[in-house]
């Protein structure tokens, strides 16, 4: 395993998840036996959900998946759980000052987790980037331009996930009821400019994280 994460160029890369991983989980086993309480446990299910899209199109690079079908299927799996790797950003909404934590440590553990989600997300946004330029010969500007659609649209799937608590597997587990309640709230006006600006912003934000993060990465990929 260790010769293909090599050859395919994902050996340093891995190794950086999977420490910065490691620190992660390591900080909320830390905050249980140190307060007694499991606050912050869920932050490792969430950081596993970010794990998947990585995961995903590492193994299609790793095994030099070629199939356009089997790319297109993947890149299929990976929309489905790529607003996970973004959505860990907004857990800072459960921050507050408790007696059992001081807050600084909190935001350490909420900001460590959303980090690790970011690296995921945005490590396999780039996998997915290079599958439509090599796999589909899509130019770099328009390959580009659906990078920044694509997490315009995670945005949303934030939104819906945040404050609708619907889940990625509920698209294949329950879509009649998820599209009716999107229908629904987007009937109402209020709602839907809320859930517009919401995705506006917080779309426009990870847009402005993402791209400085591609851009020093390529930089300092040898």
Known sequence: MLYKLKASGRLRSTLFLFVVSVYCVMLSVFRLFYTG????LFLNWNLFLAFLPWLLTSLAIIRNVKNRIAILAIMAAWLLFFPNCLYILTDL???RQVEQA???????????FAWAGLCYGFMSLMDIEHFLKD???VR???????????????????????FWRWNSWDILGNPAELMHDIFDRFSDGWSAYRILGFTVLMGTLLNFMYFPFKYIRQKSTP
């Open 37 to 40: 309480t499991h606050t912050y």
């Open 140 to 162: 770099a500007r328009t390959v580009a331009l659906i990078s920044i659609c694509l997490i315009y649209l995670a945005a949303l799937g934030i939104y819906i996930g945040r």
């Open 102 to 112: 001081p807050l600084w440590l909190d935001l350490i553990i909420v900001l460590s």
């Open 135 to 137: 796999g589909f010969g």
């Open 93 to 95: 909404i459960h921050l």
